[in-house]
T-cell receptor
Framework: AQTVTQSQPEMSVQEAETVTLSCTYD???????LFWYKQPPSRQMILVIR??????QNATENRFSVNFQKAAKSFSLKISDSQLGDAAMYFC?????????????FGQGTRLTINP | DAGVIQSPRHEVTEMGQEVTLRCKPI?????LFWYRQTMMRGLELLIY????????DSGMPEDRFSAKMPNASFSTLKIQPSEPRDSAVYFC?????????????FGQGTRLTVV
């Protein structure tokens, strides 16, 4: 079974600085999808960024980028120019490509605090 | 589209009572997921459906939990009888299975408190 591990329960960063959240996963599949979701206090789950495993290029969405290391099974999220609105729980998630394995498997989450 | 709609947003019930959580997925989506979120266990997949058919219910904790999807626009998660340890936030999510990007869209969740 696939597992996702986020080893940082909490992180904090000064506003306008850069922070990196770590995520590792375990799978025997060669093709899969990885995601970072954000959960603010409103509890809404919001997709931040996605990465297809067959793509070597790291995904980028404005201030958010990932460092995808397929061999190491690592998928970290970098937030540049941190803003107060980035404060939230961040979840790393995995989705397989085998039929029927579409479900998302989540890590335990990292609580990110932005210090003004 | 209004997104995934869950009701109620909050539910407080007494131990032993039946609880029914409801979900309306995004129109056109053919996969639906029920997740439970607790501090101790994080986000757990309870069950998911493809084209209204349950595919994997291995996450359903016990027989007190049941889920149905009678049509493409509605699903329910029922707990009977409810217990205090069922207190959690329950999320419904939907996605388009054929869509390569696999993004799951979440509802706002139902916070269930069993006293």
């Amino acid at each position: 079974a696939q597992t996702v591990t986020q080893s940082q329960p909490e992180m904090s960063v000064q506003e306008a600085e850069t922070v990196t959240l770590s995520c590792t996963y375990d799978t025997s599949e060669s093709d899969y999808y990885l995601f970072w979701y954000k959960q603010p206090p409103s509890r809404q789950m919001i997709l931040v960024i996605r990465q297809e495993a067959y793509k070597q290029q790291n995904a980028t969405e404005n201030r958010f980028s990932v460092n995808f290391q397929k061999a190491a099974k690592s998928f970290s999220l970098k937030i540049s120019d941190s803003q107060l609105g980035d404060a939230a729980m961040y979840f790393c998630a995995y989705s397989g490509s085998i039929q029927g394995a579409q479900k998302l498997v989540f890590g335990q989450g990292t609580r990110l605090t932005i210090n003004p | 589209d209004a997104g995934v709609i869950q009701s109620p947003r909050h539910e407080v019930t007494e131990m032993g009572q039946e609880v029914t959580l409801r979900c309306k997925p995004i129109s056109g989506h053919n996969s639906l997921f029920w997740y439970r979120q607790t501090m101790m266990r994080g986000l757990e997949l309870l069950i998911y459906f493809n084209n209204n058919v349950p595919i994997d219910d291995s996450g359903m904790p016990e027989d007190r939990f049941s889920a149905k999807m009678p049509n493409a626009s509605f699903s329910t998660l029922k707990i009977q009888p409810s217990e205090p340890r069922d207190s959690a936030v329950y999320f419904c999510a939907s996605s388009l299975r054929a869509e390569k990007l696999r993004e799951a869209f979440f509802g706002q969740g139902t916070r269930l408190t069993v006293v």
